[in-house]
């Protein structure tokens, strides 16, 4: 059975760098044509893409965030980290990560139940 | 840069055939996906490569390409399909992917 979830900070001051951590199980990011992506939504708004990172640790980001966005990934842990730099109120969303696979033609078929992050001073 | 156009909004009554297209702003077009997201809810795969069904999906939901276009048709609608519907293709050349706009359905 394929979970994710994702946690991290509620609350975040702007400029600051939000970290979150997307924690699965049921897959294993070693694994040949699997993938975890980031995605956020804003209340009240649509769904935007963030970036993604694959099992051979090739790595796509928006070019929309202009580089303020960094995934990594533990296998050890099992776990995927996004890093988002100088946080703006714009930033405010809740944020999920997906697993996508190459079976899938990288569909994001298991999500997250997502986070609600708050850029507020 | 990468877009997809979707309709804000679409109307249906009960057992009519819904249609939400995404069209996407160049060619080469890639494979899409569609999203089920109800109030509250994340999202839920409907649709991948344009027109394969994900599994525990019912049969009336469907998708289709066409040119640029990618269309999910939902036949027979029922109120539980009352939600915003989402498609994410990549650019061209598989760099990044990108949500449309999403498309609230409404059930009348």
């Known amino acids: 059975q394929v979970t994710l979830k994702e946690s991290g900070p509620t609350l975040v001051t702007p400029t600051q760098t939000l970290t979150l951590t997307c924690s699965f199980s049921?897959?294993?990011?070693?694994?040949?044509?699997?993938?975890v992506g980031w995605i956020r939504q804003p209340p009240g708004k649509a769904l935007e893409w963030l970036g993604v990172?694959?099992?051979?640790?090739?790595?796509r980001h928006s070019p929309s965030l202009k580089n303020r966005v960094t995934i990594t990934k533990d296998t050890s842990k099992d776990q995927v980290v996004l890093t988002l730099t100088n946080v703006d109120p714009l930033d405010t969303a809740t944020y999920y990560c997906?697993?996508?696979?190459?079976?899938?033609?990288?569909?994001?078929?298991?999500w997250g139940q997502g986070t609600l992050v708050t850029v507020s001073s | 840069s990468h877009e997809l156009t979707q309709p804000p909004s679409v109307s249906v009554s009960p057992g009519q055939t819904a249609t939400i297209t995404c069209s996407a702003d160049?060619?080469?077009?890639?494979?899409a996906s569609w999203y089920q997201q109800r109030p509250g809810q994340a999202p839920v795969l409907v649709i991948y490569?344009?027109?394969e069904r994900s599994s525990g999906i019912p049969e009336r939901f469907s998708g289709s390409s066409s040119g640029t276009t990618v269309t999910l048709t939902i036949s027979g609608v029922q109120a539980e399909d009352e939600a915003e519907y989402y498609c994410?293709?990549?650019?061209?050349?598989?760099?990044?992917?990108?949500f449309g706009g999403g498309t609230k359905l409404t059930v009348l």
């Open positions: 997906a697993h996508a696979g190459a079976e899938n033609d990288w569909g994001l078929d298991y």
């Open positions: 049921g897959f294993s990011l070693n694994s040949f044509g699997v993938s």
């Open positions: 990172i694959f099992w051979d640790d090739d790595k």
């Open positions: 160049a060619l080469p077009k890639q494979y």
């Open positions: 490569k344009d027109s």
């Open positions: 994410l293709s990549a650019d061209s050349s598989n760099s990044y992917w990108v």
